[in-house]
């Protein structure tokens, strides 16, 4: 099977191949070395990978098998030492550090395994973040940052600090500032790794259903059942990419939170 | 970001720790309300101090008698017997920047009327002293230049010897004596108050005939001082060298020898005067130096902390999309704000300290609106300085690093 499209660089043992969509993401032979003085760590070893418009890949691995490098690269926190990025067709390594900082602003949002918001903020305003460094006017800020809330399901406490939100709450303000500009990719970096199962799964619904809307997410974890959410599974080892493939029975949050036990909050 | 977000973004990060932001500011308080306060102080004494310097009158010049050598004693001013009269009638006739002089002598006596008596000074002089001078007469007037010649018992008295002696009544027409002579007085001065250039009570003084004077009660025939007005404030120069030149033949002076005399023009005061205010305007400014700077370090220092604190809140909005300059802007703003704030502080303290001390210790205090600009623009200055490299450490921050920063 080959995928199709122009930009589909897979030469890996097994290739997805049900996306149609343009490719969103294209990296091409990506090292990243890190010089520690004395040693050098090679985190990446020569990644060639795609991924189109809409969707859903779980990366999984060890610790130090390289997946979070290659979120940090994906993300435009940081350069490969070689190799060629594209997003959306641009190579990441022709912009400078103020047009690397506009990307991730509009065309990616970051959900972190901590939340990270910004404490003594309330919902509302932790949503606002990204939008104040968009060059967006005032109103359309807060209508913007009202309807990502909405999207998320916390209308009702937008005025909340985030030490008065549950860990799931909290995680769903940070996908409600993820989404507040917009972006075409969702990357979330181990986003169920500080909640429990019942909450992970309702966070998983979230990603379903932003996805089930067309919007690209690339999600790190090492859960084995939280990956089954996505549509496509990547597992890295060793700074390479070990194995690719499509997920053919993909969980589907609505369903599983039946079967589960409900939890008073 | 825009700068109006910047700036609510700055403010609510220094509402979060007030008492660290408020004791940051105090440095810049206490710098620039001592900075206010003290140069109220200095530019209320400065003012008016030229203001009795121009109220002596701008294009007035002093000859005093010099100082003698006598065997190996210097005797100070005044101390020489030989300025006289003619010296003065030939500086008035020969000297073309003068326009008017005065000769004039002194000594101090007991003035006595009825039952009371005050000890003032006694000055000889003739009537062109009080032209000189600009002293108008609150009641009476000047002896004549009759009474000179003549050398009539007649008295100009001074504000300070009325209140003494004569309270509420009119004293022009009654009769003092000064040891055993009766002197007519004639003309009451206007108050001058304190004399700036001679540090003494102006209207502390008895003004009579110089002919009187000399004759009567010092019995010498030299003069002390000569009071000369020069023809305008630019002639007062020339004037003092004609009169330098006309001095030194009259005495004989041979080239190389000192003068006898002096001469200063009160343009010389007044530059002496704005002289030492603009000795103590520079000890002001560096001690505002050092407090500005101190305030200055304490602002950096907090923001540095500030910068290690907030490292994981600067990851984050790295992360999200605010550029280096954003960053930066933002802990700049706040250390900006931090340092305005302080220095308005500064200012209203320093405000109510000079008024506080004009009305009690009853100084003039003079806060120009000058100094109030440039102590707000030295604050934001300050700011901008010392803020400026937190601000650069914290744009400089790598996201991963800051976001994993625990």
Not at chain 1, 219 to 245: M, P, S, W
Not at chain 2, 242 to 248: G, H, K, S, V
Not at chain 2, 345 to 358: D, E, R, T
Request: charged fraction near 20%; proline fraction near 3%.
């Amino acid at each position: 099977m080959n995928p199709s499209g122009p930009n589909a660089l897979s030469s890996q043992e097994t290739s997805p191949a049900s996306s149609t969509g343009h490719a969103v993401i294209a990296v091409e032979d990506v090292h990243k070395t890190y010089d520690l003085g004395e040693t050098k760590v090679h985190a990446l070893r020569g990644v060639t990978l795609s991924i189109r418009r809409g969707e859903f890949v779980a990366i999984m691995g060890a610790s130090g098998s390289g997946k979070s490098t290659f979120m940090n690269i994906i993300g435009c926190l940081d350069k490969p030492s070689s190799g060629r990025y594209l997003l959306e067709d641009t190579d990441v390594a022709q912009l400078d550090k103020k047009q690397l900082a506009g990307i991730r602003n509009r065309k990616i949002g970051f959900v972190f395994q901590g939340f990270n918001l910004l404490a003594r903020t309330s919902a509302l305003e932790n949503t606002e973040l990204p939008t104040l460094y968009a060059r967006i006017d005032r109103a359309e800020r807060h209508q913007r940052a009202v309807d990502a809330l909405n999207m998320v399901g916390l209308s009702e406490r937008m005025d909340h600090f985030p030490s008065q939100l549950s860990g799931g709450q909290q995680q769903r303000v940070a996908i409600a500032r993820a989404l507040v500009n917009r972006p075409s990719i969702l990357l979330a970096d181990e986003p169920t790794g500080n909640l429990d199962s019942r909450t992970s799964v309702e966070v998983m619904g979230i990603f379903q259903n932003l996805n089930n809307k067309g919007l690209t997410i690339i999600l790190v974890t090492h859960e084995h059942d939280i990956a089954q959410f996505a549509k496509r599974n990547i597992i890295f080892r060793d700074g390479k990419v070990r194995r690719d493939e499509l997920i053919t029975t993909q969980s589907i949050a609505s369903e599983v939170l039946k079967t589960m036990p409900t939890v008073e909050e | 970001m825009d700068p109006f977000s910047t700036m609510r973004t700055a403010l609510r990060a220094l509402a979060r720790n007030k008492m660290r932001s408020i004791l940051t500011m105090l440095g810049m308080v206490i710098g620039v309300g001592a900075v206010i306060a003290m140069l109220g102080i200095g530019q209320g004494a400065d003012q008016t101090m030229q203001k009795q310097i121009a109220n002596l009158g701008s294009n007035m010049l002093f000859v005093t008698s010099g100082s003698m050598n006598l065997g190996g004693l210097r005797l100070g001013w005044g101390a020489t017997k030989t300025l006289v009269r003619d010296d003065v009638t030939a500086m008035v006739k020969e000297c073309h920047a003068v326009a008017a002089a005065a000769p004039g002598t002194q000594t101090t006596a007991q003035v006595v009327y009825g039952n009371d008596n005050w000890g003032t000074r006694v000055t000889g002089t003739t009537p062109e002293y009080f032209e000189i001078r600009t002293w108008p007469f609150q009641s009476g007037a000047s002896f004549t230049e009759d009474d000179v010649t003549t050398a009539a018992n007649v008295a100009v008295i001074g504000d300070t010897v009325r209140k003494n002696l004569f309270a509420a009544t009119d004293p022009v027409g009654k009769t003092v004596r000064i040891g055993n002579l009766p002197f007519t007085v004639v003309g009451v001065l206007e108050a001058k108050g304190q004399s700036p250039a001679m540090s003494e009570d102006q209207d502390d003084t008895i003004i009579m005939p110089l002919t009187m004077l000399q004759k009567k009660i010092t019995g010498q025939t030299w003069l002390r001082w000569v009071m000369l007005s020069a023809k305008s404030q630019s002639a007062s120069y020339a004037a003092k060298q004609q009169i330098e030149a006309l001095l030194r033949d009259r005495h004989r002076i041979r080239e190389g020898q000192p003068d006898d005399f002096s001469v200063r023009n009160l343009a010389e005061f007044a530059q002496a005067a704005s002289e030492t205010s603009s000795v103590m305007t520079l000890l002001l400014g560096s001690i505002a130096g050092i407090s500005l700077l101190v305030g200055g370090v304490m602002i950096m220092n907090i923001m540095l902390v500030s910068v290690t604190e907030r490292t994981r809140e600067i990851g984050i909005r790295l992360a999200i999309g605010a550029t280096e300059s954003d960053v930066q802007h933002q802990f700049l703003t706040e250390a900006v704000v931090i340092s305005l704030l302080g220095g308005a502080l500064g200012i209203l303290i320093g405000l109510v300290a000079s008024f506080v001390i004009s009305t009690t210790v009853g100084w003039p205090i003079l806060v120009s609106p000058m100094a109030i600009a440039g102590s707000a623009a030295v604050s934001m200055a300050v700011g901008i300085f010392f803020g400026y490299y937190p601000a650069q450490k914290a744009a400089q921050l790598d996201p991963i690093d800051a976001l994993r920063y625990e």
